[in-house]
Protein backbone atom coordinates (compact mmCIF):
# COMPACT_ATOMS: atom_id res chain seq x y z
CA UNK A 1 0.00 0.00 0.00
CA UNK A 2 1.17 3.47 -0.65
CA UNK A 3 2.41 5.07 2.49
CA UNK A 4 0.74 8.55 1.03
CA UNK A 5 -2.38 7.16 1.51
CA UNK A 6 -1.87 7.76 5.07
CA UNK A 7 -2.19 11.28 7.23
CA UNK A 8 -1.00 10.28 11.01
CA UNK A 9 -2.91 12.13 13.28
CA UNK A 10 -0.56 11.73 16.24
CA UNK A 11 1.39 8.92 17.81
CA UNK A 12 0.83 6.54 20.86
CA UNK A 13 3.67 7.96 23.62
CA UNK A 14 3.87 5.47 25.90
CA UNK A 15 5.22 1.45 25.66
CA UNK A 16 2.34 0.18 27.54
CA UNK A 17 0.36 -2.07 24.69
CA UNK A 18 -3.42 -2.01 25.01
CA UNK A 19 -6.21 -4.41 24.39
CA UNK A 20 -6.81 -4.34 20.56
CA UNK A 21 -6.30 -2.40 17.55
CA UNK A 22 -10.00 -0.43 16.23
CA UNK A 23 -10.43 0.31 12.80
CA UNK A 24 -13.91 2.82 12.12
CA UNK A 25 -15.21 1.81 9.40
CA UNK A 26 -17.79 4.55 7.89
CA UNK A 27 -17.23 5.81 4.58
CA UNK A 28 -16.01 2.43 3.45
CA UNK A 29 -18.53 0.47 3.93
CA UNK A 30 -16.43 -2.86 2.76
CA UNK A 31 -13.50 -5.84 2.90
CA UNK A 32 -12.16 -5.98 -0.41
CA UNK A 33 -9.58 -3.05 -1.94
CA UNK A 34 -9.93 -1.53 1.76
CA UNK A 35 -6.29 -0.02 2.29
CA UNK A 36 -7.87 1.48 5.57
CA UNK A 37 -8.74 -2.15 6.71
CA UNK A 38 -5.36 -3.68 5.61
CA UNK A 39 -3.32 -0.94 7.58
CA UNK A 40 -5.38 -1.72 10.73
CA UNK A 41 -4.60 -5.24 10.32
CA UNK A 42 -0.85 -4.98 9.41
CA UNK A 43 -0.86 -2.22 13.17
CA UNK A 44 -2.48 -5.32 15.07
CA UNK A 45 -0.14 -8.07 13.66
CA UNK A 46 2.86 -5.77 14.48
CA UNK A 47 1.54 -5.16 18.26
CA UNK A 48 0.05 -9.17 18.23
CA UNK A 49 -3.52 -7.76 19.17
CA UNK A 50 -6.88 -8.52 17.54
CA UNK A 51 -8.55 -6.25 15.74
CA UNK A 52 -11.95 -4.30 16.46
CA UNK A 53 -14.21 -2.76 13.36
CA UNK A 54 -16.83 -0.60 14.85
CA UNK A 55 -19.65 1.08 12.64
CA UNK A 56 -21.63 3.60 14.45
CA UNK A 57 -25.42 4.04 12.75
CA UNK A 58 -26.80 7.42 13.33
CA UNK A 59 -30.53 7.57 12.31
CA UNK A 60 -30.61 11.19 11.70
CA UNK A 61 -28.14 11.33 9.12
CA UNK A 62 -29.32 14.82 7.28
CA UNK A 63 -31.85 13.55 4.61
CA UNK A 64 -31.14 10.06 4.44
CA UNK A 65 -34.37 7.94 4.60
CA UNK A 66 -34.87 3.96 4.53
CA UNK A 67 -34.48 3.55 0.87
CA UNK A 68 -30.84 4.77 2.06
CA UNK A 69 -30.75 2.75 5.16
CA UNK A 70 -31.77 -0.43 3.19
CA UNK A 71 -28.96 -0.69 1.08
CA UNK A 72 -26.37 0.59 3.79
CA UNK A 73 -27.59 -2.52 5.96
CA UNK A 74 -27.62 -4.97 3.00
CA UNK A 75 -24.03 -4.09 2.34
CA UNK A 76 -23.11 -4.03 6.45
CA UNK A 77 -24.52 -7.40 7.12
CA UNK A 78 -22.40 -8.85 4.21
CA UNK A 79 -19.14 -7.03 5.65
CA UNK A 80 -20.24 -8.38 9.09
CA UNK A 81 -20.12 -11.44 7.82
CA UNK A 82 -17.06 -11.60 6.10
CA UNK A 83 -14.87 -10.15 9.02
CA UNK A 84 -16.48 -12.99 10.85
CA UNK A 85 -14.84 -15.94 8.63
CA UNK A 86 -11.61 -13.50 8.51
CA UNK A 87 -11.68 -13.58 12.95
CA UNK A 88 -12.15 -10.41 12.79
CA UNK A 89 -14.22 -9.05 15.43
CA UNK A 90 -17.27 -6.64 14.38
CA UNK A 91 -19.45 -4.28 16.69
CA UNK A 92 -22.31 -1.99 15.66
CA UNK A 93 -23.92 0.89 17.40
CA UNK A 94 -26.94 2.46 17.62
CA UNK A 95 -26.11 5.66 17.88
CA UNK A 96 -24.04 8.81 16.43
CA UNK A 97 -20.92 7.23 15.46
CA UNK A 98 -18.21 9.64 16.86
CA UNK A 99 -20.50 9.12 20.21
CA UNK A 100 -20.67 5.25 19.80
CA UNK A 101 -17.18 4.62 19.47
CA UNK A 102 -15.82 6.46 22.49
CA UNK A 103 -16.35 3.49 24.72
CA UNK A 104 -13.80 1.63 22.74
CA UNK A 105 -11.02 4.07 23.16
CA UNK A 106 -9.14 3.78 26.30
CA UNK A 107 -7.99 -0.05 25.82
CA UNK A 108 -7.43 0.46 21.98
CA UNK A 109 -3.52 0.65 20.80
CA UNK A 110 -4.22 2.53 17.80
CA UNK A 111 -7.32 4.20 15.92
CA UNK A 112 -7.52 3.77 12.26
CA UNK A 113 -10.21 6.07 10.76
CA UNK A 114 -11.28 6.15 6.73
CA UNK A 115 -11.26 9.21 4.85
CA UNK A 116 -14.30 11.58 5.25
CA UNK A 117 -14.84 13.57 2.28
CA UNK A 118 -17.92 15.87 3.23
CA UNK A 119 -18.39 18.60 6.23
CA UNK A 120 -20.38 16.16 8.51
CA UNK A 121 -17.93 13.03 7.61
CA UNK A 122 -15.10 15.20 8.96
CA UNK A 123 -16.97 16.75 11.54
CA UNK A 124 -17.13 13.25 13.09
CA UNK A 125 -13.65 12.14 12.65
CA UNK A 126 -12.48 15.94 13.90
CA UNK A 127 -14.68 15.70 17.32
CA UNK A 128 -13.22 12.66 18.14
CA UNK A 129 -9.73 13.31 17.45
CA UNK A 130 -10.74 16.19 19.73
CA UNK A 131 -12.03 13.83 22.28
CA UNK A 132 -8.61 12.11 22.77
CA UNK A 133 -6.80 15.08 23.43
CA UNK A 134 -9.08 16.31 25.77
CA UNK A 135 -8.98 13.20 27.56
CA UNK A 136 -5.45 12.43 27.08
CA UNK A 137 -6.29 9.13 26.29
CA UNK A 138 -2.75 7.47 24.57
CA UNK A 139 -3.69 6.06 21.22
CA UNK A 140 -2.02 6.20 18.16
CA UNK A 141 -4.08 7.80 14.78
CA UNK A 142 -3.83 7.54 11.65
CA UNK A 143 -6.79 8.51 8.57
CA UNK A 144 -6.62 6.25 4.92
CA UNK A 145 -7.88 7.40 2.76
CA UNK A 146 -8.93 4.21 0.51
CA UNK A 147 -12.19 5.60 -1.69
CA UNK A 148 -10.32 7.51 -4.25
CA UNK A 149 -7.80 6.38 -6.74
CA UNK A 150 -5.46 9.15 -5.93
CA UNK A 151 -6.27 10.53 -2.24
CA UNK A 152 -7.76 13.40 -2.63
CA UNK A 153 -5.14 15.67 -0.65
CA UNK A 154 -2.35 14.04 -2.70
CA UNK A 155 -4.26 14.71 -6.23
CA UNK A 156 -4.29 18.69 -5.39
CA UNK A 157 -3.82 20.61 -2.18
CA UNK A 158 -6.68 23.39 -3.76
CA UNK A 159 -10.17 23.58 -5.41
CA UNK A 160 -9.72 22.95 -9.31
CA UNK A 161 -11.43 24.84 -11.58
CA UNK A 162 -12.33 21.93 -13.60
CA UNK A 163 -11.64 18.63 -15.14
CA UNK A 164 -9.28 20.29 -17.54
CA UNK A 165 -6.65 21.28 -14.65
CA UNK A 166 -7.33 17.96 -12.62
CA UNK A 167 -7.01 15.81 -15.34
CA UNK A 168 -2.82 16.03 -16.19
CA UNK A 169 -1.92 15.64 -12.07
CA UNK A 170 -4.67 12.93 -12.08
CA UNK A 171 -2.84 10.98 -14.91
CA UNK A 172 0.52 11.70 -13.71
CA UNK A 173 -0.08 10.35 -10.48
CA UNK A 174 -2.55 7.04 -10.81
CA UNK A 175 -0.84 4.30 -11.50
CA UNK A 176 1.84 5.13 -8.29
CA UNK A 177 -1.56 4.00 -6.35
CA UNK A 178 -2.81 0.72 -7.88
CA UNK A 179 -1.12 0.15 -5.25
CA UNK A 180 -3.59 -2.76 -3.36
CA UNK A 181 -2.81 -6.63 -3.59
CA UNK A 182 -4.87 -8.77 -0.99
CA UNK A 183 -5.98 -8.57 2.73
CA UNK A 184 -4.03 -9.73 4.88
CA UNK A 185 -4.62 -12.22 7.20
CA UNK A 186 -4.94 -11.02 11.19
CA UNK A 187 -2.49 -13.49 13.48
CA UNK A 188 -4.11 -12.67 17.04
CA UNK A 189 -7.55 -14.21 16.38
CA UNK A 190 -9.21 -13.48 19.64
CA UNK A 191 -12.27 -12.75 19.77
CA UNK A 192 -13.32 -9.56 21.31
CA UNK A 193 -16.12 -9.74 24.03
CA UNK A 194 -17.70 -6.47 22.99
CA UNK A 195 -21.53 -6.07 22.87
CA UNK A 196 -23.36 -4.60 19.85
CA UNK A 197 -26.73 -3.11 19.68
CA UNK A 198 -27.27 -5.00 16.48
CA UNK A 199 -26.31 -7.96 15.06
CA UNK A 200 -27.96 -7.32 11.17
CA UNK A 201 -29.54 -10.48 11.15
CA UNK A 202 -33.00 -8.89 10.30
CA UNK A 203 -32.59 -5.75 8.31
CA UNK A 204 -36.73 -5.06 8.54
CA UNK A 205 -35.94 -5.24 12.70
CA UNK A 206 -33.24 -3.18 12.53
CA UNK A 207 -35.00 -0.86 10.04
CA UNK A 208 -37.68 -0.58 12.88
CA UNK A 209 -35.41 -0.02 15.55
CA UNK A 210 -34.36 3.15 14.07
CA UNK A 211 -37.38 4.48 13.52
CA UNK A 212 -36.52 6.16 10.10
CA UNK A 213 -38.39 7.95 7.95
CA UNK A 214 -40.93 6.22 5.67
CA UNK A 215 -41.83 8.60 2.95
CA UNK A 216 -39.57 7.09 0.27
CA UNK A 217 -40.33 3.26 -0.79
CA UNK A 218 -37.58 0.37 -0.67
CA UNK A 219 -36.27 0.30 -4.15
CA UNK A 220 -36.34 -3.49 -5.36
CA UNK A 221 -34.63 -2.98 -8.31
CA UNK A 222 -31.13 -2.15 -6.58
CA UNK A 223 -29.66 -4.02 -3.36
CA UNK A 224 -26.52 -3.24 -1.44
CA UNK A 225 -23.21 -5.01 -0.97
CA UNK A 226 -20.32 -5.92 -2.86
CA UNK A 227 -21.62 -9.47 -3.76
CA UNK A 228 -23.84 -7.58 -5.76
CA UNK A 229 -21.46 -4.22 -6.73
CA UNK A 230 -19.14 -6.75 -8.15
CA UNK A 231 -22.15 -8.54 -10.26
CA UNK A 232 -22.50 -4.97 -12.09
CA UNK A 233 -19.00 -4.93 -12.54
CA UNK A 234 -19.04 -8.08 -13.81
CA UNK A 235 -22.05 -7.14 -16.34
CA UNK A 236 -20.82 -3.68 -17.42
CA UNK A 237 -17.51 -5.32 -18.40
CA UNK A 238 -18.97 -8.33 -20.61
CA UNK A 239 -22.13 -6.76 -21.90
CA UNK A 240 -22.10 -2.79 -21.73
CA UNK A 241 -18.24 -1.57 -21.69
CA UNK A 242 -18.09 -1.72 -25.68
CA UNK A 243 -20.98 0.27 -25.84
CA UNK A 244 -19.47 3.16 -23.37
CA UNK A 245 -19.32 5.51 -25.88
CA UNK A 246 -23.09 5.38 -26.38
CA UNK A 247 -23.72 5.50 -22.53
CA UNK A 248 -25.26 9.14 -22.92
CA UNK A 249 -28.68 7.27 -24.92
CA UNK A 250 -30.76 6.94 -22.25
CA UNK A 251 -32.75 4.90 -24.56
CA UNK A 252 -30.16 2.46 -24.32
CA UNK A 253 -28.63 0.35 -20.94
CA UNK A 254 -24.94 1.18 -21.47
CA UNK A 255 -24.51 2.52 -17.71
CA UNK A 256 -22.39 1.15 -15.29
CA UNK A 257 -25.12 1.70 -12.19
CA UNK A 258 -21.98 1.72 -9.82
CA UNK A 259 -22.53 5.10 -8.43
CA UNK A 260 -24.94 3.87 -5.53
CA UNK A 261 -22.13 0.83 -4.67
CA UNK A 262 -19.31 3.34 -4.47
CA UNK A 263 -21.48 6.09 -2.62
CA UNK A 264 -21.74 3.78 0.36
CA UNK A 265 -18.15 2.40 -0.12
CA UNK A 266 -19.68 -0.86 -0.76
CA UNK A 267 -16.82 -1.30 -3.99
CA UNK A 268 -13.38 0.29 -4.75
CA UNK A 269 -12.70 2.02 -7.54
CA UNK A 270 -9.40 0.73 -7.31
CA UNK A 271 -10.90 -2.47 -8.06
CA UNK A 272 -13.18 -1.91 -10.68
CA UNK A 273 -9.83 0.38 -12.39
CA UNK A 274 -7.85 -2.65 -11.82
CA UNK A 275 -10.41 -4.82 -13.62
CA UNK A 276 -11.53 -2.94 -16.18
CA UNK A 277 -7.50 -2.53 -17.08
CA UNK A 278 -7.37 -6.72 -17.31
CA UNK A 279 -9.70 -6.66 -19.06
CA UNK A 280 -7.99 -4.28 -21.42
CA UNK A 281 -4.53 -6.53 -21.39
CA UNK A 282 -6.62 -9.26 -22.75
CA UNK A 283 -8.07 -7.36 -25.61
CA UNK A 284 -12.10 -7.56 -24.69
CA UNK A 285 -12.38 -3.97 -23.74
CA UNK A 286 -11.81 -1.44 -26.79
CA UNK A 287 -9.42 1.53 -26.01
CA UNK A 288 -11.58 4.48 -26.84
CA UNK A 289 -14.60 2.86 -24.42
CA UNK A 290 -12.28 2.19 -21.82
CA UNK A 291 -10.92 6.07 -22.03
CA UNK A 292 -13.93 7.25 -21.82
CA UNK A 293 -15.35 5.03 -19.09
CA UNK A 294 -11.93 6.38 -17.02
CA UNK A 295 -12.16 10.21 -17.39
CA UNK A 296 -15.28 9.45 -15.48
CA UNK A 297 -14.43 7.25 -12.84
CA UNK A 298 -10.80 8.57 -12.12
CA UNK A 299 -10.94 12.50 -13.70
CA UNK A 300 -14.63 13.11 -13.09
CA UNK A 301 -15.80 11.46 -9.79
CA UNK A 302 -12.16 12.79 -8.35
CA UNK A 303 -12.49 15.95 -9.34
CA UNK A 304 -16.18 16.19 -7.53
CA UNK A 305 -14.31 14.84 -4.47
CA UNK A 306 -11.78 17.92 -4.84
CA UNK A 307 -14.65 19.97 -5.21
CA UNK A 308 -16.64 19.25 -1.74
CA UNK A 309 -13.32 18.79 -0.22
CA UNK A 310 -11.83 22.06 -0.72
CA UNK A 311 -14.84 24.01 -0.93
CA UNK A 312 -16.81 24.69 2.57
CA UNK A 313 -19.80 26.05 0.54
CA UNK A 314 -20.19 23.60 -1.90
CA UNK A 315 -23.70 22.41 -0.39
CA UNK A 316 -24.92 26.61 -0.36
CA UNK A 317 -26.40 28.14 -3.45
CA UNK A 318 -24.38 31.42 -3.09
CA UNK A 319 -20.88 30.14 -2.29
CA UNK A 320 -21.16 26.85 -4.75
CA UNK A 321 -20.49 28.14 -8.48
CA UNK A 322 -18.30 30.80 -10.34
CA UNK A 323 -18.62 34.25 -10.26
CA UNK A 324 -19.29 34.54 -13.68
CA UNK A 325 -22.20 32.07 -13.45
CA UNK A 326 -23.87 34.37 -10.61
CA UNK A 327 -22.91 37.76 -12.86
CA UNK A 328 -25.45 35.81 -15.73
CA UNK A 329 -27.95 34.87 -13.11
CA UNK A 330 -28.09 37.75 -11.50
CA UNK A 331 -28.91 39.63 -14.67
CA UNK A 332 -31.31 36.94 -15.95
CA UNK A 333 -32.71 36.86 -12.29
CA UNK A 334 -36.43 38.71 -13.51
CA UNK A 335 -36.61 36.77 -16.93
CA UNK A 336 -40.18 35.63 -18.19
CA UNK A 337 -40.75 31.80 -17.23
CA UNK A 338 -43.63 30.64 -19.36
CA UNK A 339 -43.84 27.30 -17.23
CA UNK A 340 -43.87 27.55 -13.30
CA UNK A 341 -43.98 24.58 -10.89
CA UNK A 342 -44.03 24.06 -7.36
CA UNK A 343 -42.03 21.30 -5.62
CA UNK A 344 -44.96 19.15 -5.19
CA UNK A 345 -45.59 19.43 -9.14
CA UNK A 346 -42.37 18.48 -9.73
CA UNK A 347 -42.12 15.68 -7.16
CA UNK A 348 -44.91 14.11 -8.80
CA UNK A 349 -44.21 14.20 -12.19
CA UNK A 350 -46.98 16.92 -12.79
CA UNK A 351 -45.70 18.92 -15.60
CA UNK A 352 -45.74 19.54 -19.36
CA UNK A 353 -42.69 17.92 -20.30
CA UNK A 354 -43.35 13.94 -20.15
CA UNK A 355 -39.41 13.68 -20.47
CA UNK A 356 -38.62 15.14 -17.26
CA UNK A 357 -41.98 13.35 -15.86
CA UNK A 358 -40.05 9.62 -17.09
CA UNK A 359 -37.02 11.18 -15.13
CA UNK A 360 -38.85 11.80 -12.50
CA UNK A 361 -40.62 8.68 -11.88
CA UNK A 362 -37.65 6.69 -12.46
CA UNK A 363 -35.52 8.52 -9.73
CA UNK A 364 -38.78 7.93 -6.91
CA UNK A 365 -39.57 4.69 -7.84
CA UNK A 366 -36.12 2.94 -8.71
CA UNK A 367 -33.34 5.49 -6.53
CA UNK A 368 -31.57 5.81 -9.71
CA UNK A 369 -32.23 8.15 -13.23
CA UNK A 370 -29.88 7.66 -16.44
CA UNK A 371 -26.89 9.92 -15.84
CA UNK A 372 -27.77 11.93 -18.99
CA UNK A 373 -31.74 12.81 -17.65
CA UNK A 374 -30.08 13.69 -14.49
CA UNK A 375 -28.84 16.97 -16.62
CA UNK A 376 -31.82 17.48 -17.86
CA UNK A 377 -34.21 16.88 -14.88
CA UNK A 378 -31.78 19.76 -12.97
CA UNK A 379 -32.04 22.11 -15.81
CA UNK A 380 -35.61 22.03 -16.27
CA UNK A 381 -35.97 22.78 -12.73
CA UNK A 382 -33.80 25.70 -13.11
CA UNK A 383 -36.09 27.07 -16.16
CA UNK A 384 -39.15 26.69 -14.33
CA UNK A 385 -39.00 27.89 -10.82
CA UNK A 386 -38.89 31.62 -10.02
CA UNK A 387 -35.64 32.04 -9.17
CA UNK A 388 -31.96 30.51 -9.17
CA UNK A 389 -32.12 29.73 -5.60
CA UNK A 390 -35.02 27.75 -5.04
CA UNK A 391 -34.43 26.12 -8.09
CA UNK A 392 -30.80 24.92 -6.43
CA UNK A 393 -32.88 24.17 -3.02
CA UNK A 394 -35.46 21.95 -4.92
CA UNK A 395 -32.81 20.16 -7.25
CA UNK A 396 -30.70 19.44 -3.67
CA UNK A 397 -34.07 18.37 -1.31
CA UNK A 398 -35.09 15.58 -4.64
CA UNK A 399 -31.65 14.61 -5.14
CA UNK A 400 -31.30 13.76 -1.74
CA UNK A 401 -34.58 12.08 -0.89
CA UNK A 402 -34.39 9.98 -3.69
CA UNK A 403 -31.44 8.58 -4.91
CA UNK A 404 -29.54 5.76 -3.12
CA UNK A 405 -26.40 8.01 -4.22
CA UNK A 406 -27.88 11.41 -2.84
CA UNK A 407 -26.11 13.11 -0.51
CA UNK A 408 -22.50 12.40 -2.17
CA UNK A 409 -19.72 14.68 -4.02
CA UNK A 410 -20.83 13.83 -7.13
CA UNK A 411 -24.25 14.88 -6.37
CA UNK A 412 -23.23 18.31 -5.06
CA UNK A 413 -20.71 18.57 -7.96
CA UNK A 414 -23.48 17.60 -10.70
CA UNK A 415 -25.92 19.79 -9.44
CA UNK A 416 -23.47 22.89 -9.03
CA UNK A 417 -22.26 21.97 -13.18
CA UNK A 418 -26.31 22.76 -13.64
CA UNK A 419 -24.87 26.35 -12.01
CA UNK A 420 -21.72 26.93 -14.13
CA UNK A 421 -19.44 24.95 -12.04
CA UNK A 422 -16.61 22.85 -13.51
CA UNK A 423 -18.72 24.48 -17.05
CA UNK A 424 -17.94 27.17 -19.38
CA UNK A 425 -20.01 30.19 -20.60
CA UNK A 426 -22.39 29.41 -23.44
CA UNK A 427 -24.23 31.79 -25.74
CA UNK A 428 -26.54 33.27 -23.60
CA UNK A 429 -30.14 33.13 -23.54
CA UNK A 430 -33.67 34.00 -21.79
CA UNK A 431 -33.60 32.83 -18.17
CA UNK A 432 -30.41 30.67 -18.78
CA UNK A 433 -28.22 33.48 -19.57
CA UNK A 434 -24.61 32.17 -19.91
CA UNK A 435 -25.34 28.74 -18.32
CA UNK A 436 -25.44 25.31 -20.29
CA UNK A 437 -29.04 25.07 -21.67
CA UNK A 438 -30.92 21.67 -22.48
CA UNK A 439 -34.12 21.38 -24.52
CA UNK A 440 -36.86 18.35 -25.14
CA UNK A 441 -36.01 18.74 -28.62
CA UNK A 442 -32.48 17.93 -27.92
CA UNK A 443 -33.54 14.98 -26.59
CA UNK A 444 -35.61 14.00 -29.96
CA UNK A 445 -32.63 14.56 -32.37
CA UNK A 446 -29.80 12.57 -30.27
CA UNK A 447 -32.13 9.73 -28.90
CA UNK A 448 -35.35 7.08 -28.92
CA UNK A 449 -36.41 9.37 -25.87
CA UNK A 450 -39.60 7.57 -26.20
CA UNK A 451 -38.03 4.22 -25.70
CA UNK A 452 -37.00 5.55 -22.18
CA UNK A 453 -39.87 7.14 -21.17
CA UNK A 454 -41.68 3.51 -22.25
CA UNK A 455 -38.87 1.67 -20.02
CA UNK A 456 -39.41 4.05 -17.17
CA UNK A 457 -43.15 3.35 -17.04
CA UNK A 458 -42.75 -0.63 -16.97
CA UNK A 459 -40.01 0.06 -14.00
CA UNK A 460 -43.15 2.34 -12.34
CA UNK A 461 -45.68 -0.81 -12.88
CA UNK A 462 -43.68 -2.91 -11.35
CA UNK A 463 -42.66 -0.66 -8.74
CA UNK A 464 -45.97 0.15 -7.91
CA UNK A 465 -47.31 -3.46 -7.90
CA UNK A 466 -45.48 -4.95 -5.06
Not at 95 to 122: F, H, N, T, V, W
Not at 308 to 320: I, P
Not at 358 to 375: I, K, L, S
Request: contains cysteine.
Amino acid sequence: MNKKRIIRVREKESGHKKSYVVYWMQQSQRVHYNHALEHAIQLANHHDLPLLVYFGLTANYPEANQRHYQFMLEGLREVKDILVKFHISFVLRLESPEEGIKPYLEDAEALIMDQGYLKLQRQWRQSVIEYVKIHHLDIHIDIVDTDLIVPVHIASDKAEYGAYTLRPKIKRLYLEFRDFNRISSIKNQTKLKLEGDDDLSDLALTIKKLNLNQSVSLSIFYHGGYVEASKMVFTFIQDKANHYLESNDPSNDYTSKLSMYLHFGQISALEILDRMFLELEYGNIDGKAFDAFIEQLLVRRELAFNFVYYNQGYDHFDEMTEPWAYFTMKEHENDFREYLYSLEQLENSKTHDHYFNAAMDEMAYTGYMHNYMRMYWAKKIIEWTPNYQSAYDYIIYLNNKYFIDGRDPNSYAGVAWCFGKHDRAWTERSVFGKLRYMNDKGLERKFNIQKYVDDVSEKKKLATAK
